[in-house]
């Protein structure tokens, strides 16, 4: 049982990293967190891509404060 629910991921994500690939996503290295974001959730969807789903990742309310170096 094991076994076959592993099968059925691979088959899962390789559906989605085509989709993703079909979606151009592949063709330059991501420059930002939404880039990268839209790439993952295209390869989770899997083949929820080929029903209309088109998963976006907003990055623009990521506020990142980094800490500054102690003196």
Do not use: H
Request: hydrophobic content about 40%; proline content about 7%; glycine content about 10%.
């Amino acid at each position: 049982m094991g076994r076959l629910i592993g099968i059925l991921l691979v088959i899962w994500l390789a559906i989605g990293a085509f989709a993703a690939f079909q979606r151009g996503y592949f063709e330059d290295t991501p420059s930002n967190c939404s880039e990268t974001g839209d790439i993952a959730l295209n390869i989770v969807a899997g083949p929820l891509n080929y029903t209309g789903l088109n998963p976006k990742v907003d990055c623009s309310d990521i506020n990142v404060d980094t800490p500054e170096p102690s003196e």
